[in-house]
């Protein structure tokens, strides 16, 4: 088993910036991929970003290129999404996840095997 709890969302204006931060415990987190994905009211849950266990192999939706970075910190158990040039579009629940390390499958979330509670994030215009 795998805990995730995410936290860092609140209310931004447009052209603002928000770091979520995603804190892990039980098994070992450094064997995970983590992904993070997003839902707005009354749409599907949507892929964002994955980062891969080293860090070095990142992915984005084309929507967040050049505005997200996602990373990550094996030591401390963390992942990280730091959001810049937020639009009220990114406004939704944002949720970490993990997922198995050879999943080809990354943007599809029932994929991923363990979910945190999520944060809001609204970007106001």
């Known amino acids: 088993q795998v805990q995730l709890v995410e936290s860092g969302g609140g209310l931004v204006q447009a052209g603002g910036s928000l770091r979520l931060v995603c804190v892990a415990s039980g098994r070992t987190f450094s064997s995970y991929a983590m992904g993070w994905f997003r839902q707005a009211p009354g749409k599907e849950r949507e892929f964002v970003a994955r980062i891969s266990l080293s860090g070095r192999n990142l992915y984005y939706v084309d929507s967040v290129k050049g505005r997200f970075t996602v990373s990550r910190d094996n030591a401390k158990n963390t992942v990280y999404l730091q959001m810049n040039s937020l639009k009220p579009e990114d406004t939704a629940v944002y949720y970490c996840?993990?997922?198995?390390?050879?999943?080809?499958?990354?943007?599809?979330?029932?994929?991923?095997?363990?979910w945190g509670q999520g944060t809001q994030v609204t970007v106001s215009s």
């Open positions: 996840a993990a997922d198995r390390p050879d999943n080809t499958m990354y943007y599809d979330p029932l994929a991923y095997d363990y």
